[in-house]
């Protein structure tokens, strides 16, 4: 079934009737990073504030033809200073998103999980892609291929807990984990098939809650259900996963990188496990992709508000 764009559409469109979130944009420098968060304004996602060099937007907004009129400009004289400042916003209740701009993402990341001043939490930071697959009927999501280069058994807990609320925050109705290895039996020597293991009966203790495990599970028979009955493999997440959890960042990135360059998947990235979401944008990233990743954050912001009320009750 050739979904295309159509399940980003609809997560944008999930979105209408909320408030536009805050959301400081660290050092929108370039075209793209600036062009998108307007854009993302115009659609009533967010309300951008945009921390960088005053006259370098400005110069950059007169050469795109791009409107600043009514968007607030907190001037910085550099990269690290925006980081820095748009980390100060969020801290400050000024901001409810932090969304990349064109600085480097080490740049950004390295003020959000700074000690004492910056955005981190008791869970791990993590990122999620989410990917509209021309061949699925539904979203994927796919952790950790950017943050965490070789995470441990303790490290992936969070890793699937932040990958759970996302799913559930986007609209997800059933969570389905995968959680990938190059088989689907548990082997000694392939540690990615123990903690696979391990995972699902963390699952099954209630130390991960939200959805439902399964692995370790090969990618073939994780998403294709014809192959999971030739392997006969008999679970609720076998051939059905709409969340792929990765062994390490290498594969995921390739992973991920395979979907949008060999199968023209659209992907859209968010950081979870900090304070606030944060929209963390490629430079190659199409307009529609900076759309949908600005929407997956205000929902997965609206979905922890909504959860913070029913606590309160």
Known sequence: MNAGPRNFQQLIAACEGLTPAPTAVAHPCDAPSL?????????????PILVGPEARIRAMAGAEGLDLADTEIVSTPHSHASADESVRLVREGRAALLMKGSLHTDELMAAVVRHGDGLRTARRISHCFIMDVPTLDHLIVISDAAINIAPSLGEKVD??????????????????????SAMET?????????????LCKMADRGQITGAILDGPLALDNAINLQAARIKHIDSSV???????????????????????????????????????????????DTGSARMVSCAAAVLLA????????????
């Open 238 to 284: 076998a051939g059905r996963a709409n969340v792929l959890i990765v062994p390490d960042l290498e594969s995921g990135n390739m992973l991920a990188k395979s979907l949008s360059f060999m199968a023209d998947a659209e992907a859209a990235g968010v950081v979870l496990g900090a304070r606030v979401p944060v929209v963390l944008t490629s430079r190659a």
């Open 302 to 313: 609206e979905a922890r508000r909504a959860e913070a009320a029913r606590a309160v009750r």
């Open 186 to 198: 548990v082997n000694p020597k392939v540690p990615s098939t123990i903690e696979a293991a391990a």
């Open 35 to 47: 062009a998108g968060a307007l854009e993302a304004a115009r659609a009533g996602l967010i309300q």
């Open 159 to 180: 890793i699937v807990q932040n990958a759970i609320e996302l799913a559930r925050a986007i609209g997800m109705p059933e969570v389905r984990v995968a959680i990938l």
